[in-house]
């Protein structure tokens, strides 16, 4: 996996923060929160000019993406995946201000996924 | 509980207390865990007051009443039931074009149960088999034929007063329900043990969609109840309740699923609120509405 000095733009790069188990229901609940971080220098034709509308893109792209809240549990063990019983589901993401770094924009949002734990997990 | 004679199931702490709390002892069911257990003693107490100036002699109960509220963190057939103030049913799997009804449509006529079925698998004719697939929910009890009464065996779901016509009113308010893990031609196996065993003779098959409750109506729900405190050491705390019946309509509770993020997923908890019924305790006589027990852990000081 490659490492990066600095994040790549126009692409989301997510990272996977705390866990916590609940223990109290018929089937274990995991949550995990995702973050999701992401920036732009716009494109070169625009002469960068054109980051924020680049930013707001993918802002958008992220409210799109992360609708609906839920999405077939597939194992992933198997080939080809194998659907389960559960459903992953997860938050609204809760987004940062912008951040303004030279000709860079950048942003992050945060997302609390949960899962059920199935049998065999 | 067995409505019908009135008599309660029967929880003994010193045979049967360290059982496995995810498989209690028969007839006992998990209901999984509750939080906000909270008791509320009602009984009423009254000095028998002698003298001049007036002092009090003794106390004696005026009345006996105790309260029991909870919520369940899971909705299931019976978390829902016994959290609801009223008659609980089974959304009977519908024919095709049926008028719709608040508590189900006409219902899709039912199949009967062959013989070599078992509390955990029904055995079918393979036509019958191929109405059902994995993940359903079955309902499987007998016919209604006009009675009256407390209604569903092995728990009562209703009481009817006068006769009704709908053939499948019995399926729709009987807690002989389970989900199908698997089907094969030959029958259906289920994902846990019907509460009423072996299907009876004369009980028949439907699938369910759903559950039903309404606010209103003139049914109480009792049931014995037991609720489970474990110690880290081991130790437990029993509340054995032989009656007890619903007092309040149903009601929820939100509660967010991340303390971070309060306006996200929430979990729906199922509020309940109970009153404690007394039986006569046969050691004694006495009347009383709870029993709770305490088992050491291993080595503690008594």
Redo the contacts between chains.
């Keep these: 996996m490659p490492t990066f000095s600095q994040l790549p733009n126009d692409v989301f790069v997510l990272r996977w923060l705390g866990l916590g188990v609940d223990m109290?229901?018929?089937s274990a609940m995991t949550?995990e929160?995702c973050e999701i971080l992401y920036q732009t220098c716009g494109t070169q034709s625009f002469g960068g000019l054109d980051r924020g509308r680049a930013l707001s893109e993918m802002d958008e792209e992220l409210v799109v993406m992360v609708q609906p809240?839920f999405t077939p549990k597939l194992n992933y063990t198997a080939t080809p995946p194998a659907a389960m019983?559960t459903k992953v589901?997860?938050?609204?993401p809760?987004f940062t201000p912008i951040v303004t770094q030279r000709d860079l924009l950048s942003r992050s949002a945060k997302v609390?996924v949960?899962s059920y734990q199935e049998q065999g997990e | 509980m067995n409505r019908a004679t009135q008599t309660p199931v029967l929880f003994d702490a010193s045979e049967q207390g360290a059982f496995d709390l995810d498989a209690p002892p028969a007839p006992w069911i998990s209901l999984g865990w509750i939080q906000d257990f909270t008791r509320k003693p009602m009984s009423k107490t009254a000095p028998v007051l002698t003298g001049i100036p007036a002092a009090t002699l003794e106390q004696v109960r005026e009345t006996l009443e105790a309260q029991v509220s909870l919520q369940f963190l899971s909705w299931t057939k019976l978390t829902m039931a016994l959290a609801t103030g009223s008659q609980h049913m089974n959304l009977l799997a519908s024919v095709s074009g049926a008028a719709a009804a608040a508590d189900g449509a006409q219902a899709a006529a039912a199949v009967v149960p062959q013989t070599g079925s078992t509390a955990t698998f029904v055995a079918l004719a393979s036509a019958d088999a191929a109405k059902f697939t994995a993940g359903s929910i079955i309902a499987l009890d007998v016919d209604y034929t006009g009675q009256t009464g407390f209604l569903g065996a092995p728990v009562a779901g209703a009481y009817v007063r006068q006769a009704l016509t709908d053939v499948n009113y019995i399926r729709r308010v009987t807690f002989n329900v389970a989900l199908v893990s698997q089907v094969n031609p030959t029958g259906l196996t289920l994902a846990e043990p019907l509460l009423g065993g072996a299907p009876a003779a004369g009980a028949k098959l439907q699938a369910v969609t759903g559950f039903v409750d309404r606010e209103g109506g003139s049914f109480y729900q009792e049931w014995s109840a037991l609720f489970v405190m474990q110690g880290s050491q081991g130790e437990r705390i029993f509340y054995y309740y032989p009656r007890l019946q619903t007092m309040v309509g149903a009601e929820e509770a939100a509660i967010p699923l991340s303390g971070k993020n309060p306006g996200g997923q929430s979990r729906v908890l199922l509020k309940g609120q109970f009153l404690a019924l007394p039986v006569t305790d046969p050691l004694d006589g006495e009347r009383v509405m709870c029993y709770r027990s305490f088992l050491p852990a291993a080595n503690a000081m008594v």
């Design positions: 109290d229901l018929g949550a929160e809240f019983l589901f997860w938050d609204e809760g609390m949960y």
